[in-house]
């Protein structure tokens, strides 16, 4: 009975996937762009070169490999500290089907681990076949990921922006973005929010956002606070 119904809302989330690569925002935009690795010291400027793609076709992003991403980042859904757990995959299918904007990000399984610095030996120097064989979502490796969420009217937020480690510090991050958000404008959407942490600040700064002019800030929803909110009203009601 699980399985039957496993099997159900994979395909019921499919088929909104494919709803929405027609409707909404999604345009089954395919890019492929070149990434320059940074390398300290080195003699052919082409070996640090390779191909990566672009994708905001929601039928392009398949859950499970984008779960095993969220791992190698160490990125979580929640907001909250004691919750780092593994994301729901059932959940994850669902988010995905309300996203107004996904861009999905791949290359190459062997540029992924290659360790950039001054040691890059010759041996490193890619065969000509991998510049011609074209990089494509059903065979190569989901390295990069980012959605927006939005009431396809007024405002929009941007969710989950992530980059494999090894990938990192490429400019990778800062394509999603400007993808994500060009998509948006396109639809006269310009009251756009980026969730990030701390840390994440400098780099959503570099993609063009700042602060709120109205000093308006994050809070999230926590049972506790709730229960406590609760419990003071009641007392001001026995007071009063």
Same mark, same amino acid.
């Given at each position: 009975?699980?399985?039957?119904?496993?099997?159900?809302?994979?395909?019921?989330?499919?088929?909104?996937?494919?709803?929405?690569?027609?409707?909404?925002?999604?345009?089954?935009?395919?890019?492929?762009?070149?990434?320059?690795?940074?390398?300290?010291?080195?003699?052919?400027?082409?070996?640090?070169?390779?191909?990566?793609?672009?994708?905001? @076709?929601?039928?392009?992003?398949?859950?499970?490999?984008?779960? @095993?991403?969220?791992?190698?980042?160490?990125?979580?859904?929640?907001?909250?500290?004691?919750?780092?757990?593994?994301?729901?995959?059932?959940?994850?299918?669902?988010?995905?089907?309300?996203?107004?904007?996904?861009?999905?990000?791949?290359?190459?399984?062997?540029?992924?681990?290659?360790?950039?610095?001054?040691?890059?030996?010759?041996?490193?120097?890619?065969?000509?076949?991998?510049?011609?064989?074209?990089?494509?979502?059903?065979?190569?490796?989901?390295?990069?990921?980012?959605?927006?969420?939005?009431?396809?009217?007024?405002?929009?937020?941007?969710?989950?922006?992530?980059?494999?480690?090894?990938?990192?510090?490429?400019?990778?991050?800062?394509?999603?973005?400007?993808?994500?958000?060009?998509?948006?404008?396109?639809?006269?959407?310009?009251?756009?929010?980026?969730?990030?942490?701390?840390?994440?600040?400098?780099?959503?700064?570099?993609?063009?956002?700042? @602060?709120?002019?109205?000093?308006?800030?994050?809070?999230?929803?926590?049972?506790?606070?709730?229960?406590?909110?609760?419990?003071?009203?009641?007392?001001?009601?026995?007071?009063?």
């Amino acid at each position: 009975m699980v399985a039957t119904m496993g099997v159900a809302l994979h395909s019921h989330t499919q088929i909104q996937l494919e709803k929405r690569a027609i409707e909404g925002f999604a345009s089954k935009s395919m890019e492929l762009k070149w990434v320059r690795r940074r390398i300290s010291k080195i003699s052919q400027p082409e070996k640090s070169l390779f191909p990566i793609f672009i994708s905001t @076709d929601p039928r392009h992003v398949d859950p499970h490999l984008l779960r @095993d991403l969220f791992a190698d980042c160490n990125h979580s859904c929640h907001r909250l500290p004691h919750q780092r757990e593994a994301v729901d995959i059932q959940k994850l299918r669902i988010a995905l089907c309300h996203s107004a904007v996904l861009v999905s990000v791949f290359c190459k399984p062997h540029h992924v681990n290659v360790v950039a610095d001054a040691n890059y030996s010759s041996s490193s120097i890619l065969p000509v076949p991998d510049f011609l064989t074209p990089v494509s979502p059903s065979g190569d490796q989901l390295v990069g990921f980012g959605r927006a969420v939005s009431d396809y009217g007024l405002t929009a937020s941007i969710y989950d922006v992530m980059v494999i480690p090894s990938l990192r510090r490429l400019g990778i991050g800062q394509m999603i973005v400007k993808k994500i958000v060009r998509m948006l404008t396109n639809r006269d959407i310009y009251d756009i929010a980026a969730l990030c942490s701390e840390n994440e600040r400098l780099f959503f700064k570099a993609c063009g956002f700042g @602060d709120d002019i109205l000093g308006s800030t994050t809070m999230m929803y926590t049972r506790t606070a709730s229960l406590t909110s609760q419990e003071g009203e009641q007392s001001v009601t026995r007071a009063g």
